[in-house]
């Protein structure tokens, strides 16, 4: 043999059973054998049907719930969870209480996927999706004094967007980075003058969606999501003085 030693790319790594456990629900779970509500079986028959032993079960289920995919009852067993936006991202929430530069990464994302959202909106989106949108914005104007009220209608108002772009992986993201950002929104709804900021840049994305201009939409909404991310940074700030 000759040229010197071979290099292989890379040594094989020795898989815990609980991941290889884990795995393979998840495997059921993308395949579609196993959906939402799905009860899992009883620990040791799971257990038995894996050839595998109960503490490794134990394990993988545990680390599923951390992951947001299943559900444990006490004394009912394990569920797939709703798979939803909110029980999947826990995990990425957590990482962006660690540092504020996550932050500013997730509205960095957000607004390069706003933006063309809006822009294929402004093409695509029906007459009866932008009255919608008017008696959504007409609906946040009497919502100043009642944050959670308004970030339930705001939500919707960017909903209905994302449904207009009629791109459902631009809709599902959409839906997942503003999910991921909701703790955090939550503390800034509550700043006076807040959402009276996001009605004005609501406003503003409404015409342009309305004069099916797809750059003023794009446009619009990537201010707003810098209003967005400079009202929560100006109240993370504030939090961390008190």
């Known amino acids: 043999m000759s040229g010197g030693p071979v290099a292989f790319d890379a040594p094989i790594v020795r898989q815990r059973v609980a991941d290889i456990v884990a795995r393979r629900i998840l495997d059921l779970v993308m395949a579609g054998v196993l959906k939402k509500g799905d009860q899992l079986p009883p620990e040791r028959e799971l257990a038995a049907s894996l050839n595998v032993s109960r503490p490794s079960v ?12 299943v559900v444990t009852r006490q004394g009912g067993g394990a569920y797939i969870s709703e798979l939803d936006a909110e029980a999947l991202l826990g995990p990425i929430q957590f990482y962006l ?13 957000r607004s ?7 822009r294929r909106a402004a093409v695509h989106m029906e007459g009866a999706a932008l009255v919608a949108l008017e008696a959504e914005l007409a ?10 009220a308004f970030r339930v209608s705001d939500y919707r108002f960017h909903e209905i967007i994302w449904q ?25 709804s509550e700043t006076p003058g807040v959402l009276k900021q996001s009605m004005r840049d609501h406003r503003i994305l409404l015409d342009a969606l309305s004069a099916r201009d797809p750059d003023a939409a794009a446009a619009a909404a ?8 400079d009202s929560t ?10």
């Open 222 to 229: 990537a201010q707003h999501m810098k209003n967005v991310y």
């Open 97 to 109: 209480s660690l540092e504020k530069m996550n932050v500013a990464e997730l509205y960095e994302a």
């Open 164 to 188: 207009g772009a009629r791109n459902a992986f631009l809709k599902r993201i959409g839906e997942s980075l503003n999910a991921v950002g909701l703790d955090f929104r939550k503390r800034a």
């Open 58 to 69: 134990r394990e993988a289920i545990r680390g599923l719930a951390i992951l947001g995919v």
């Open 112 to 118: 390069l996927i706003e933006s063309d959202v809006a």
């Open 139 to 148: 609906a946040q104007a009497g919502m100043e004094s009642d944050p959670e």
């Open 233 to 242: 940074i100006a109240q993370s700030d504030n939090g961390n003085q008190s």
